[in-house]
């Protein structure tokens, strides 16, 4: 199952960092390395043999990685765990930073006329309700997009692995973008079941004036209102704006990972840093984020709507808006979306790199395809 020379470039000290290991650590490191590989539940198919592509660049050559210890094994109930814990800082800390972004892009859309653009929607909140009023919706958005980004990094983490399994390592190179959306969107569906109830409060807060202002008081007020189908009436909207959103997230993230290592980077991954690293992981987040703003918005400007109107339903509501109106605060999104994404990715990571996680580099062709392929 493991090609011969794996223990060789496991063992192999980079040629950038002259290693000087006893017998003693050697065997141990690689023992470690070894039996995560061959333990792992679903397979591992990104753990190829670490090499850079020689056809990138002449100046290149081809190194081995350095071995890392890690803290746990790839794919194990640990690594999933620390991955959702992960997801809880990286979606929960900075949804809850862009509330005052997020609060007039949803009065943009719910009442155009009267907020207009980004700058006078932040003028008309101000002058009507002070700068208090900016931080409406923050308790709902914490608990809530913690709760999602659990959901969403974690399964993520355990359906790429899932689905590697089942492809095999060829399969998972040739088709890894299709991977990538297959795993990224079944990590959401879940991830917004537990995401909707919070969203349904935040928006009431944000969009209707004189409704109850604190998580507090929103939570039993629906609940008594209209019950707990009350918390979920906006959850398929939320499907068909998050489920997108979060394909092109993961997809579009690792698709450019790979690419600015290949193409941008002027070293191979191996030779960088860790805080090299984490750059190029916030460039490739931000340009991720950017995309998938304009994916996802049609359907964000339903949910805030759905919303605020009692007693509507998604065709009714995109009848309502028309094609023009559903885009209605794209600029103040794509602003928020892209940081967003991009320090979600940033903090992930960081967290993976702080917690000593299994951090398979961008993957390569397989020396079995190559063959095949008749690619050196």
């Not at 023992?31 to 333990?39: D, K, P, Q």
């Not at 990685?65 to 790839?74: D, G, I, L």
């Not at 009507?128 to 999602?148: C, D």
């Not at 359906?159 to 399969?171: A, C, H, P, V, W």
Request: charged share 20%; glycine share 8%.
């Amino acid at each position: 199952m493991y090609p011969r020379d794996l223990t060789f470039s496991i063992l192999s000290p980079s040629p950038v960092r002259e290693g000087h290991w006893s017998q003693t650590e050697i065997i141990k490191m690689s023992n470690s390395i070894v039996t995560a590989c061959r333990t792992n539940l679903f397979g591992n198919p990104f753990f190829t043999n670490a090499k850079c592509e020689s056809q990138v660049s002449p100046t290149r050559t081809i190194a081995a990685a350095a071995p890392e210890e890690t803290s746990c094994e790839f794919g194990s109930l640990k690594y999933y765990a620390l991955c959702g814990f992960g997801g809880l800082l990286s979606c929960g800390l900075t949804h809850t930073a862009v509330v005052p972004l997020d609060l007039v892009k949803c009065r943009i859309q719910v009442d155009a006329a009267k907020y207009g653009n980004i700058v006078k929607g932040f003028k008309v909140t101000l002058a009507e309700e002070g700068v208090r009023a900016l931080g409406k919706g923050w308790a709902p958005t914490l608990v809530g997009y913690s709760m999602q980004g659990v959901g969403k990094f974690g399964f993520y983490e355990l359906f790429k692995i899932f689905y590697s399994g089942m492809l095999g390592e060829e399969n998972t190179y040739l088709w890894r973008t299709s991977l990538y959306l297959a795993a990224s969107a079944s990590a959401e569906f879940f991830a917004d079941i537990a995401l909707c109830p919070m969203e349904a409060i935040k928006v009431r807060i944000q969009t209707q004036p004189g409704w109850s202002t604190t998580l507090r008081e929103g939570f039993p007020r629906i609940l008594k209102e209209e019950g707990v189908s009350g918390f979920y009436k906006g959850l398929v909207p939320l499907w068909a704006r998050q489920i997108p959103y979060t394909m092109m997230k993961f997809a579009c993230f690792e698709r450019t990972v790979e690419l600015l290592y290949k193409n941008v980077v002027p070293k191979p991954r191996s030779e960088c840093t860790k805080g090299e690293q984490l750059v190029v992981t916030f460039a490739a987040g931000y340009i991720a984020g950017v995309f998938c703003a304009i994916v996802s918005h049609p359907a964000d400007t339903i949910v805030s709507k759905l919303n605020q109107k009692k007693g509507s339903n998604f065709i009714d509501i995109a009848k309502s808006l028309g094609l023009m109106g559903m885009w209605k605060g794209l600029v103040p999104r794509i602003i928020m979306i892209g940081t967003l994404t991009a320090l979600q990715w940033f903090i992930y990571d960081s967290v993976k790199v702080a917690f000593r996680l299994p951090r398979p580099p961008p993957p390569e062709m397989p020396e079995s395809l190559k063959r095949k392929l008749g690619v050196n």
